[in-house]
């Protein structure tokens, strides 16, 4: 796995095999980092990166300088190696955190502009992180979640979906906040 793009441009990270992870492919994160590109100034984005896995994801948004990147892992051998590198790669702006990822969404109130999720392909209910999201109004008006899952979910039901693509075996379902931040709905008032 590589840094694609930023500061760390073209840094390896090799993550020990002892961790239970999928990290996104190289292309698939390139291919999503070049959309995200389009709709944000990365140096002015907090970022919420669930199930975060090897940090692959934190890396790439902490070496295109955003503003904030909070990692979320339950597995401690993940958290411990992700501390690892952000400590070498000099990532001040990145706070991990030991917790489910389904508990964090259920009692955070944070606000985020993106918030990346990438639980294992396995796992069941992840639609309950969505739910989670949209419920505790985790996404500033026009946030995204990008939730990268296998091709057995469909979400374009969902009210704040906002587009899929699919890249292989990976596919991202893009969901974007659609409400009106409350200083905005004074203003017009």
């Known amino acids: 796995m590589r840094i694609i793009s930023g500061k760390n441009k073209g840094r390896h990270i090799v993550a020990p095999t002892n961790l239970p ?41 902490a070496s295109r ?23 070498d790669l000099k990532y001040k702006q990145v706070s991990v955190i030991r917790q489910d990822a389904f508990a964090y969404t259920a009692a955070s109130h944070r606000k985020f502009d993106i918030i990346f999720a990438d639980p294992p392909y396995q796992m ?16 500033k008006p026009d946030g995204w979640l990008v939730l990268e899952h296998s091709n057995e979910y469909d979400f374009s039901e969902h009210p ?19 409400t009106e931040d409350e200083d905005a709905k004074e203003e017009k008032e």
Do not use: W
């Open 124 to 139: 069941e209910n992840i639609e309950q992180i969505v739910k989670n999201v949209f419920d505790n109004e985790m996404l």
């Open 21 to 61: 992870v999928r990290p996104t492919t190289d292309m698939a994160k390139e291919s999503l980092f070049n959309i995200l590109n389009n709709y944000f100034y990365f140096d002015r984005v907090e970022v919420l990166d669930l199930f975060t896995g090897t940090g692959n994801i934190t890396y790439e948004f």
């Open 160 to 178: 704040a979906f906002y587009d899929h693509r699919c890249y292989g075996r990976v596919n991202f379902t893009f969901f974007v906040n659609m």
């Open 65 to 87: 300088e955003a503003k904030s990147v909070v990692s979320v892992d339950i597995d401690v051998h993940c958290t411990n190696f992700v501390k690892r590198m952000i400590e």
